[in-house]
């Protein structure tokens, strides 16, 4: 009972700091805050709602920046400010109910990826990579990349090392066992260096993503596990990763979902259990 009561009462709260955050702008645009003798509406929150400087400006940009877009807003009264910062700055009046439509649904760290990777997916033909090199090994390397041939070394190179993979790789074992043996963990663990799989991305493994889906065919399949970070196993659980079935080379994110895939029924009920906390 006690502790029913403290969750009612917390949830209470959080409403009330929604609420609270959502009118800033509009106290800030009518001086309300001088008008009742505060020296600034950082004083005035801090006074009345406890709200720390931090949350202040963060209210006041974003709901400044989708104020005019009236579904994203509504995102906001329901999750809060948060729920629709990472989108204030990409969002317009032509795409208020697609954003809208994926702060609803996304956690903030998978709605911050999501706007990442859209951002990054703008048309060309080359990609500027960065990584580090003992010095011995640049000096090799400054020197085979002046070659002319050197594209062509480099995918003879990665042809190899796939090569190599697939003569490693582990059988496919077929089982009621949702649990990933052993053997196929490390695979899939040293194939990445425990980093998830997901093109540009270099954030730890939160979890092997069965990219058939193991509800699907009750099978661990070492060629279609991959290791996927905490925001990326959102989105593919979003069905929202084009190409899944392929080469993490070739992924890519969806707009919407492949409603009609029999992957997405899954999917719903997978992110269903993480909304519930599961």
């Known amino acids: 009972m006690l502790h029913q009561k403290f969750v009612e009462y917390g949830g209470d709260i959080k409403k009330l700091m929604r609420e609270c955050a959502l009118m800033l702008p ?3 645009r009518q001086k309300i805050w001088k008008s009742k003798g505060f020296g600034s509406i950082y004083e005035y929150a801090a006074k009345l709602a406890n709200m720390s ?20 807003m509504k995102v906001a009264q329901e999750k809060g ?11 317009n009046k032509n795409t208020d109910a697609f954003w809208a439509e994926k ?14 990777e859209v951002k990054k997916s703008c048309p060309g033909t080359r990609r500027e990579i960065k990584f580090s090199l003992p010095i011995a090994l ?4 400054d020197c085979v990349s002046k070659r002319a041939d050197f594209s062509k070394l480099i995918e003879k190179f990665l042809n190899d090392v796939e090569i190599e993979e697939e003569l490693q790789k582990p059988d496919v074992i077929k089982t009621d066992s949702r649990h990933v043996p052993v053997k196929i963990q490390r695979y899939i663990k040293d194939r990445t260096d425990n980093k998830c799989a997901y093109p540009g991305c270099f954030k730890s493994m939160h979890q092997l993503h069965h990219t058939q889906r193991w509800a699907l065919e ?28 392929q080469s993490p080379e070739t992924w890519y994110l969806r707009a919407t979902p492949d409603v009609t895939h029999p992957k997405y029924a899954v999917d719903q009920q997978v992110m269903t259990y993480s909304r519930r906390g599961g």
């Open 218 to 245: 009750k099978v661990h399949d070492p060629g279609r596990l991959q290791p996927l970070c905490q925001a990326h196993n959102e989105l593919a659980h979003l069905s929202l990763i084009e190409n899944e079935d």
């Open 81 to 91: 400010i948060h729920a629709v910062r990472p989108v204030a700055n990409v969002a």
């Open 26 to 28: 509009e106290i800030d």
């Open 53 to 72: 400087r931090y949350q202040v400006e963060l209210a006041l940009w974003t709901v400044r920046k989708i104020e005019h877009l009236p579904l994203l």
């Open 103 to 116: 702060a609803s649904l996304m956690t903030k760290t998978g709605l911050e990826t999501y706007v990442r």
């Open 138 to 141: 640049a000096r090799r390397w």
